[in-house]
């Protein structure tokens, strides 16, 4: 997990210093063949001042050796429950399949990336931190109210997120296919402190709290027991709001997007 935070630092150092040009491609996954991208607004590209040129996922698979074909599956609003309940999953699964099976190895899937969960806690935070309900850190951790709701966020995200890795595992019965899951940024982080607060504590959880773990805990644990690769985005943002969220307060603005691609790309093998 520490050499594709290093690399992508790296790439932060060298862009402040006038030397930000595009670096070599990875080296491992490379074309012909299809990278899908599994997940929410972060896939779709919401906030990038040019979707389908600066979001992540369009800047990955442009740096992507060889010739690949996109198939974008994210949809701005799903939820980890949505990823399956909208076809999402399904739809990745019949293709991962159904192009190894025939017999044409290059439209093969190589390269698949998930970001999910960010809605499941945006919804706690539209209709209930907003609202005044869940507000202060130490009031939110005391009301059964807001504690209950972040409890069934994360162990829904959890659950989602092990059957969907575990379906597109099943799904490479070869091996061949590198699946790359993202933890989440905090986009409040060095902002308002009582929200960066509490969005501190459903990433990351806080020791001696009823959520010792946040969802980034969970995202990290189940990379770890699956086997899958993981990019961990959450130090990349840390105390830089300002610099990488896009006018809305939630999504990466083309800076933000840029930091995010360059992290998948130094974790593809």
Known sequence: MRRPLVAALLALVLAACGRGGESAPPEGVSGPGAYIALGDSLSEG?????????DFVSLVADRL???FELLNLGESGDTSFDLSGHGHLEQAVDEIESRREDDDPDNDVKLVTLEIGGNDLL???FSRVLTGACLALEGSLAAPECVNALR?????SSL??????????EADADGDVQII???????FSGGLK????????????KKGTSFPEGLNDIIREEAAKSGVTLVDWYPLFEGKA???????????????YRVMAEAVLDAVR
């Open 46 to 54: 919401i906030g990038a001042s040019a979707r389908e040129q600066s």
């Open 65 to 67: 050796p060889g010739e």
């Open 123 to 125: 919804d706690i935070y």
């Open 152 to 156: 069934d966020a994360l162990d829904g």
């Open 160 to 169: 989602n997120l092990a059957a969907a890795i575990e379906a597109l595992q």
């Open 181 to 187: 899951v993202m933890t989440l940024y905090n986009p």
């Open 194 to 205: 009582t929200i960066s607060e509490l969005a501190d504590l459903a990433l990351e959880g």
């Open 242 to 256: 300002t610099e990488y969220i896009a006018f809305d307060r939630i999504h990466p603005n083309d800076d933000g």
